[in-house]
Antibody, heavy 117, light 113 residues
Framework: QVQLVESGGGVVQPGRSLRLSCAASGFTFSSYAMHWVRQAPGKGLEWVAVISYDGSNKYYADSVKGRFILSRDDSKNTLSLQMNSLRSEDTAVYYC??????????WGQGTLVTVSS | DIVMTQSPDSLAVSLGERATINCKSSQSILYSSNNKNDLAWYQQKPGQPPKLLIYWASTRESGVPDRFSGSGSGTDFTLTISSLQAEDVAVYYCQQYYNDPFTFGPGTKVDIK
């Protein structure tokens, strides 16, 4: 069955970097676009970024553009989110999701990122 | 950016009764080439990831009970739960994927009256 497992979250100081990973299994990873969404504590969902199935197209939310970099390694069935210049407002649970015609129909359980001094 | 709004912010419905949630986009999200609206509905329960219920505004995701239905076109959309069950208590979000950024609505909390 489809499984997505995020990792790499933790506590980081403002201005520092963190790299999240999403390990995919149970489907042909290289055939699907993949998304990241996040949810700040007690808040709603915020879409973060999407990468096309072949990695040729990447789109980002305005709030992370220029700071976050999305990539994929189809040989390892892994999606990565490099987060630079982190801010307190980046504190959230980050979920990776598999694309279905633009929506996300499978999601991992999420990894918590806390940006704090 | 396309702004998504939802109404109401919250609602309480008796078990077995109908729940209706509205979602509005700041511009049309009807994709003319295939006549489909790029609109999804998600359900999220506390401590869980979102669960896709509906995509293309009215197509039910596999395994989703048929008491959930989506309707609307252009800029105005509705999620209807025809007969509310206890397990439907959750926050519901709409999302457009017509243009990046793929924005979510603020969410509607559904409770039992």
């Amino acid at each position: 069955q489809v499984q997505l497992v995020e990792s790499g979250g933790g506590v980081v100081q403002p201005g520092r970097s963190l790299r999240l990973s999403c390990a995919a299994s149970g489907f042909t990873f290289s055939s699907y676009a993949m998304h990241w969404v996040r949810q700040a504590p007690g808040k709603g969902l915020e879409w973060v970024a999407v990468i096309s199935y072949d990695g040729s197209n990447k789109y980002y939310a305005d709030s992370v553009k220029g700071r976050f970099i999305l990539s994929r390694d189809d040989s390892k069935n892994t999606l990565s989110l490099q987060m630079n210049s982190l801010r307190s407002e980046d504190t959230a649970v980050y979920y990776c999701g598999r694309d279905l015609s633009g929506a996300g129909n499978y999601w991992g359980q999420g990894t918590l990122v806390t940006v704090s001094s | 950016d396309i702004v998504m709004t939802q109404s109401p912010d919250s609602l309480a419905v008796s078990l077995g009764e109908r729940a209706t949630i509205n979602c509005k986009s700041s511009q049309s999200i009807l994709y003319s080439s295939n006549n489909k609206n790029d609109l999804a509905w998600y359900q999220q329960k506390p401590g869980q990831p979102p669960k896709l219920l509906i995509y293309w505004a009215s197509t039910r995701e596999s395994g989703v009970p048929d008491r959930f239905s989506g309707s609307g076109s252009g800029t105005d959309f509705t999620l209807t739960i025809s007969s509310l069950q206890a397990e439907d208590v959750a926050v519901y979000y709409c999302q457009q994927y017509y243009n990046d950024p793929f924005t979510f609505g603020p969410g509607t909390k559904v409770d039992i009256k």
